[in-house]
């Protein structure tokens, strides 16, 4: 189970930390992703994390979002910062192992930007 925590409503280049604590899974082996998902477009992935701790993040989102874990508290975290008004989605933490495809999934907290 993977609950997410954390959306909310904040003002255009404000900042928010969201949360995913995860049970039932080995959860330090697995890599761990944050998408999103807009109204009208498609989920995207914006942020992941390997078991071992490697980063990789969405164009959109480098410099601005930063994605953690950790393994003690079975929980991956995104700080997002400098949020624009197109940061505006459902985020969703999803975890795969090794090269699967994400098969465990949140469901979902809305952040919402605002001008």
């Known amino acids: 189970q993977l609950v997410e925590s954390g959306g909310g409503l904040v003002q255009s280049g404000g900042s928010l930390r969201l949360s995913c604590t995860t049970s039932?899974?080995?959860?330090?082996?697995?890599?761990m992703g944050w998408f999103r998902q807009a109204p009208g477009k498609q989920r995207e992935l914006v942020a992941a994390?390997?078991?071992?701790?490697?980063?990789n993040y969405a164009d959109s989102v480098k410099g601005r979002f930063t994605i953690s874990r950790d393994n003690a508290k079975n929980t991956v975290y995104l700080q997002m910062n400098s949020l624009k008004l197109e940061d505006t989605a459902v985020y969703y933490c999803?975890?795969?192992?090794?090269?699967?495809?994400?098969?465990?999934w949140g469901q979902g907290t809305q952040v919402t930007v605002s001008s």
């Open positions: 994390i390997t078991s071992g701790g490697s980063t």
């Open positions: 999803a975890a795969k192992w090794g090269s699967d495809e994400y098969r465990h």
């Open positions: 039932g899974l080995s959860f330090s082996n697995y890599n």
